[in-house]
């Protein structure tokens, strides 16, 4: 099983193929990032429809966008994830409807899956929804609630440092190591 660097360095690669025009690396970017994305799109909206078209519009701004991607800035995954949660905020805000907030109660908390690859299946099949339990188990209860509120609620980071009376320097850091490490222990549960 490749490493969670390797995957995120050919994922780096696919990205700059996919900026070049080739339409092959565009397609696994698809395969790979689809599933996580119509999650994330369905959690936020709240619609299955809607989060299919928004979907599609997020892997429109990810095909346009791939030849500026700066990988020092983000892993592949963090930055469509980035644009697929602001293709949703812009929906909501256009429709005038508030983001879904993931409830905090440490009790359901541990159901509520995150941004990583099995979230999709997560929410389909019992043994994937076992593996996003057993890796969101593994973070604090504060870092725990700064990524479902960042993925799910549409809340910014300084939105997020208020509600949970943490500094926004703190927040940022709780999400960004949260996305690689739950993404990295995902890839790292046994199926």
């Not at 959690?43 to 928004?54: I, K, Q, S, T, Y």
């Not at 995150?114 to 997560?122: D, I, L």
């Not at 929804?129 to 870092?143: C, H, T």
């Not at 990524?147 to 500094?167: H, K, N």
Request: a neutral charge; proline letters at 5%.
């Amino acid at each position: 099983m490749p490493s969670h660097e390797d995957a995120a360095a050919e994922e780096g690669r696919l990205l700059a193929s996919a900026g070049a025009g080739d339409r092959a690396a565009f397609r696994e970017l698809y395969r790979r990032f689809g599933g996580p994305l119509f999650s994330l799109g369905v959690r936020m909206v709240g619609n299955r429809d809607d989060a299919e078209e928004l979907l599609q519009d997020a892997f429109v701004k990810i095909w346009h966008g791939a030849a500026a991607y700066e990988p020092r800035k983000a892993r592949p995954f963090t930055w469509a994830m980035t644009i697929m949660r602001n293709t949703c905020i812009d929906h909501l805000r256009r429709h005038r409807r508030e983001p879904d907030v993931v409830p905090l109660d440490p009790t359901e908390s541990a159901g509520v899956p995150a941004a990583a690859e099995g979230v999709r299946a997560a929410a389909e099949a019992g043994d994937e929804r076992r593996r996003v339990r057993e890796a969101l188990g593994r973070f604090a209860d504060s870092q725990r609630a700064a990524l479902e509120l960042a993925l799910f609620s549409g809340l910014t980071q300084a939105e997020i440092a208020v509600r949970l009376g943490q500094p926004v320097g703190t927040v940022k850091s709780w999400i960004r190591r949260g996305l690689l490490d739950l993404r990295g222990s995902l890839s790292d549960l046994p199926s």
